[in-house]
Structures are given as C-alpha cells and as structure tokens.
C-alpha cells in the first residue's frame, strides 16, 4: 500500500524476518532500555539472525562509538560486529565533511562517539568556540554541562554553521523517560537564535549513511518512535515496524498522520518472528483477528474479543480511515480501556 494513503496496518502472510532482508534496528527502547535488555528483545534477534535476516542497529545516539554499542549488545548475548552499528553521529560526520575542508575543525558537543566519527571523516574535533571551528556539532552526552552548551552557542552567535546529530526530545532510560539531544538543541537555540542542519532519523541523511553501510535490497526498519523511526521509514520509502516498548503509546498511533503510520504494529520485537494478522472492511468498519473498530461520531466503537493487538490494529484502520475522510480524531479513550492500553 502507498504510505502516502495508508489507512490500516498492513498484514504479512510470512514471519516478517523472512519477508525481509535486513531488519534497521533502532536500539533505546527496541532492544535496549538504558543498561538492560528488552524483554525478548534478544531471543527474538537471535533466531532472526539464525534465520538468515541480517541484522542492523540504526541509533540516533550519538554518544557512544559503534564499538561500545556491539560490546553491550554482545555482553547482552548477541554477537555484534561494530560495522553492523550505524549511528547519527556517522551520519552528520559525514554531513559535515562534504561541506567543510579535509583537516578543518570542528567543536565537538558532545561524546566519544561523535568525536571519532568526526575522526574518521578527517575533521579535528575542538572544545572551544575560540579555537576558529569551520562548524559546530551537537550530539547526545548524558555528561554534557552548561559550559559545553555555552561554548556551542557562543560559536553559534559568531555565524558559525550548525549542524545536530539528531533532535530527538527525549530518551528512554532505566527509570524513565529523560532528555535527549533535541533538548539540549533547543538550549542553544534559545540563546543564539537559527537552527542547526539536521542528519538523524527521520532525516535522508541518516537514511543515506544506513543503505551506505548496510546494502540492504529489502530492508524493515524496527522502532519505537513515530517522528524518528517511522518517519525515516516514510521518507526513505521502506516499510516498518512499530514495537510498543519504547514511548509510543496506543493512543498516539490512534491519531498518527500519514508520515507516522508504520506498515506494522506488535507488542515487542516478537512480532519480527510470526506473520502479521490483515486488517479487513467490515460492515462499515475494520476487523482484525476478534475485533471490529469503526467510527460512531465523536467516538471510536471496538466490539469484539480476543488478542488486544488485534483490536489495536482494527481501531487504527478505523481511526486512519476516519481522519482521511476528514474527521477531526475520534475519541478512543473507552476502546483503548477495553484493550487494557
């Protein structure tokens, strides 16, 4: 179906690790949650891989090296290679380097990670706005402190170009859900005015670094965010996978627009190992497995029993439809309650 109109969750008739060649990993809230694994994260990967899917992690954080993200997820039991990581802080180094000298320098705000791609693209990471920077780069650093934010927006003030490895607002982590680098973005901005280039997902530049490293001819991108995971996968016009264990909740794929709506939903990175159910027209509404959604005026109507992913798939159908007919978005609030999300 054309992501442009796409109006139901898609069904898949094989297990989507055969379907595919290669699965496009996000990692912070897909297999990982700050140090610990995600439940069937692993287990689900590995008999993916077995299977004969290649495997790649694609992260908007930028802090840490490809390196240290394939020891953790070695450490967590699955065997990584560092060229099978690709990460945002690769993407604006390269983003960077087409538009500066070779040798030139760049104030570096933010980890490890970022300063070795900025390394391996030829550019001398700097700390300083004093230190005459062809350009500025901010990246995740869950270390970072305000003299490091000041330092970018001094550099920033003096006309400095740009650039941000990503804009995600938020991160998922142990305790909950913290900060990411699109805050501290927003920081700088506020003190020095424009808007930094921008090479992380949803954008074609973290695209363009992904189908470079990973020559994938059919790839599935595995997320958990809409406006980065599912978007990148709308803008680089590949299918997804919308896993719910990371921040997306039911109630706001219920009133995802069109460049947020994955081709796929399950609970957990399971749903990579089994078909997905089709989502039919039914008596003017949608049904899947159980359930059957549709729009009754203000409200989303679910009746029905059985799986409750299935019901979220028909109140999807229902609520996608509903809104490309001009609907103003149906409340699912009694729906969901009965789904238990």
Same mark, same amino acid.
């Given at each position: 179906?054309n992501?442009?109109?796409?109006?139901?969750?898609d069904?898949?008739?094989?297990?989507l690790?055969e379907?595919?060649?290669?699965?496009?990993?996000?990692?912070?809230g897909?297999?990982?949650?700050?140090?610990q694994?995600i439940?069937?994260?692993?287990?689900s990967?590995?008999t993916a891989?077995d299977?004969?899917?290649?495997?790649?992690?694609?992260?908007?954080?930028?802090?840490?090296?490809p390196?240290?993200?394939?020891?953790?997820l070695?450490g967590?039991?699955?065997p990584t290679?560092?060229d099978?990581?690709?990460t945002?802080?690769q993407?604006?180094?390269?983003?960077?380097?087409e538009?500066v000298?070779?040798g030139a320098?760049?104030?570096?705000?933010?980890?490890?990670?970022l300063?070795?791609?900025l390394?391996?693209?030829?550019?001398?990471?700097?700390?300083?706005?004093?230190?005459d920077?062809?350009a500025?780069?901010?990246?995740?650093d869950?270390?970072?402190?305000w003299?490091?934010l000041?330092e970018?927006?001094?550099?920033?003030?003096?006309g400095?170009?740009?650039?941000?490895?990503n804009?995600?607002?938020?991160?998922?982590?142990?305790?909950?859900?913290?900060?990411?680098?699109?805050?501290l973005?927003?920081?700088v901005?506020?003190a020095?005015?424009?808007?930094p280039q921008?090479?992380?997902?949803?954008?074609?530049?973290?695209?363009?670094?992904?189908?470079l490293?990973t020559?994938a001819?059919?790839?599935?991108?595995?997320g958990?965010r809409?406006?980065?995971?599912?978007?990148?996968a709308f803008?680089?016009g590949?299918?997804?996978l *919308?896993?719910?264990?990371?921040v997306?909740? =039911? !109630? +706001?794929?219920l #009133? /995802?627009?069109?460049q947020h709506?994955?081709?796929?939903?399950?609970?957990?990175?399971r749903?990579?190992?089994?078909?997905?159910?089709?989502?039919?027209?039914?008596d003017?509404g949608?049904?899947?497995?159980?359930?059957?959604?549709a729009?009754?005026?203000?409200?989303?109507v679910?009746?029905g029993?059985g799986?409750? *992913?299935?019901?979220?798939?028909a109140l999807? =159908? !229902? +609520?996608?439809? #509903? /809104?490309?007919q001009?609907?103003?978005g149906?409340?699912?609030?009694k729906a969901?309650g009965?789904l238990?999300?």
């Amino acid at each position: 179906m054309n992501e442009q109109v796409r109006r139901r969750p898609d069904g898949c008739g094989r297990p989507l690790s055969e379907a595919y060649d290669t699965a496009l990993l996000d990692l912070d809230g897909v297999v990982y949650a700050g140090g610990q694994a995600i439940a069937h994260a692993v287990e689900s990967l590995t008999t993916a891989r077995d299977g004969g899917m290649h495997l790649a992690y694609v992260t908007n954080n930028a802090a840490r090296t490809p390196q240290a993200v394939a020891a953790q997820l070695t450490g967590f039991g699955l065997p990584t290679a560092a060229d099978e990581v690709i990460t945002s802080a690769q993407a604006v180094a390269r983003l960077i380097a087409e538009q500066v000298p070779s040798g030139a320098r760049v104030l570096a705000i933010g980890g490890e990670g970022l300063r070795v791609a900025l390394r391996e693209r030829g550019l001398v990471p700097v700390d300083s706005a004093d230190d005459d920077p062809a350009a500025v780069v901010q990246g995740y650093d869950p270390s970072l402190d305000w003299a490091r934010l000041a330092e970018a927006a001094y550099a920033v003030q003096r006309g400095v170009p740009w650039f941000a490895s990503n804009t995600d607002l938020t991160i998922p982590k142990e305790r909950g859900i913290a900060p990411g680098n699109g805050a501290l973005v927003e920081v700088v901005r506020i003190a020095a005015g424009g808007a930094p280039q921008v090479a992380g997902k949803p954008l074609p530049p973290m695209h363009r670094e992904t189908v470079l490293r990973t020559g994938a001819k059919r790839p599935l991108v595995v997320g958990d965010r809409l406006d980065t995971d599912i978007e990148g996968a709308f803008n680089g016009g590949v299918d997804s996978l *919308l896993v719910l264990t990371g921040v997306t909740t =039911a !109630a +706001a794929l219920l #009133a /995802a627009p069109p460049q947020h709506r994955p081709t796929y939903v399950d609970a957990d990175l399971r749903g990579m190992l089994r078909p997905q159910p089709a989502v039919t027209e039914q008596d003017g509404g949608h049904a899947c497995g159980g359930w059957r959604a549709a729009a009754a005026g203000e409200e989303l109507v679910l009746d029905g029993e059985g799986d409750p *992913l299935d019901g979220l798939r028909a109140l999807c =159908a !229902a +609520a996608w439809t #509903a /809104a490309g007919q001009g609907g103003c978005g149906a409340d699912a609030g009694k729906a969901l309650g009965r789904l238990g999300m």
